[in-house]
Structures are given as C-alpha cells and as structure tokens.
C-alpha cells in the first residue's frame, strides 16, 4: 500500500549549522509533496511544498528537494535557530486522486544554542 | 480569514460513552479532511469529505467511526462506544476548491478515554 518513510526519526543540531530530512515515497502516482512544522501541542504548519514538475524550490533557509526517479525528497534547512526545534512532517499525495495526504512518521529537531 | 476551527479542543470521555468533534473548514474551502495522530506518532489519513458527501474514508476504522459534513454547519467526526485505544489527537484540515492539494490544519480535538 502506500507508504511514505522518513528519516532520521531525531535530529540535533548546533545553531548555524544545516539540517537535512529525507522521505522516500511508494505510490509512483503522488505529484505533491508538502512538509509541515508541529511545535508541541500545536497544529501541523505548512511550511513549503513541492510538485513533481520541479526538482527544487528555496523559500529564504528552507529548501526541498526531489528526485521522482528514486522516489525522495528531502528538506534543508540552513542557518538553523533555536526556534526551528519542532517535530517535521513530510506527506505525499496524488492530485489524481483524493488528495489525501499519507505522512511520514516525523523527525523531531532540536537546535542547540 | 479564521483559519480552521475545531472544538471542541479537549475532550474527556469514559469508555463506553460517544465522542463528537467539530470542525468548522475556513471560508471558501468545500473539501475536509481527519487524520488522527497517536502520542508520538504521525497523523494518520481517516476520511475526506465534500458537501454532504463521503469522497474517501480508507482510513475510517469500519465500527464505531462515521463522519459527516452537511449542507450547513461543520464537519462532525463521531465515535460511538469510546475506548482507551481512541485517544488521541483528531486534526481536520481544508483546502480550496482552486487549489485541492494544499491542506490547511485545524488546532485539533485531544480526546483522552477514561
């Protein structure tokens, strides 16, 4: 069935330095790829998305990646703050079905001062 | 434009009794959907509904869940004959009729079962 693995499961990172998180996806149907921020107790907040008709998208230190071939994706953030630390969500769907979104289990990150 | 709302926000529930969560999609968006989050877990497709349709309810458990989204008044997730097993955190979320994919997030129902 479908499926959407993510990694790593727990991130730290000093501040300043990069994060990376890669999902890897097996429905060769999905064409969206959102990523969402989750802050403890919060709601899920969209943060940047992809469709599969481009390999990369930048919005200020955030990027995402894709490659359709080998099914990945994958987020960056650069100069990371204290404030980045929350839980990270990707999910993939289809816009040629129910758009519904099938997410990865989440990487918690934590950005040391 | 209030985003999406949800209430109530928590919920508390003995085993046994029903559980109704509310939510509200922001203005303008026709299509809902529930996803349910486990402690320390990811959320979890349930149902997507449109205007008093059922699009997608793969994700519904077949007992005891049902959802629903009426003509007026917000979308309603019910959970008859509550257990332990269904606490959790439930988020609706809505999008757009011009732009399906992009799923806007509600606050979120945390049901805990006594």
């Known amino acids: 069935g479908e499926n959407v693995e993510q990694h790593p499961s727990t991130l730290s990172v000093q501040e300043g330095d990069s994060a990376v998180i890669k999902c890897t996806y097996s429905d060769s149907a999905s064409n969206y790829f959102p990523w969402y921020k989750q802050e403890l107790g919060k709601r899920p907040q969209l943060i940047i998305d992809?469709?599969?008709?481009?390999g990369e998208k930048k919005d200020q230190r955030i990027a995402v990646t894709l490659n359709k071939t080998a099914k990945h994706f994958s987020l960056h953030i650069t100069e990371t703050q204290p404030e980045d630390s929350a839980v990270y969500f990707c999910a993939a769907s289809s816009t040629s079905g129910t758009y519904k979104y099938i997410f990865g289990t989440g990487t918690r990150l934590k950005v040391l001062a | 434009n209030a985003g999406v709302m949800q209430n109530p926000r928590h919920l508390v529930r003995r085993r046994g009794q029903e559980a109704r969560l509310r939510c509200s999609p922001m203005?303008?968006?026709?299509?809902v959907y529930w996803y349910r989050q486990l402690p320390e877990e990811g959320l979890k497709f349930m149902v997507y509904?449109?205007?008093?349709?059922?699009?997608?309810e793969s994700g519904m458990p077949k007992e005891r869940f049902s959802a629903e989204f009426p003509k007026e008044g917000p979308s309603i997730l019910r959970i008859q004959q509550v257990v332990r097993g269904d606490s959790a955190a439930y988020f609706c979320a809505s999008s757009p009729p011009n732009l399906q994919e992009t799923q806007y997030f509600g606050p979120g129902t945390r049901l805990l079962v006594l």
């Open positions: 992809i469709r599969s008709n481009v």
């Open positions: 509904l449109q205007k008093e349709n059922i699009i997608d």
């Open positions: 203005k303008g968006h026709s299509h």
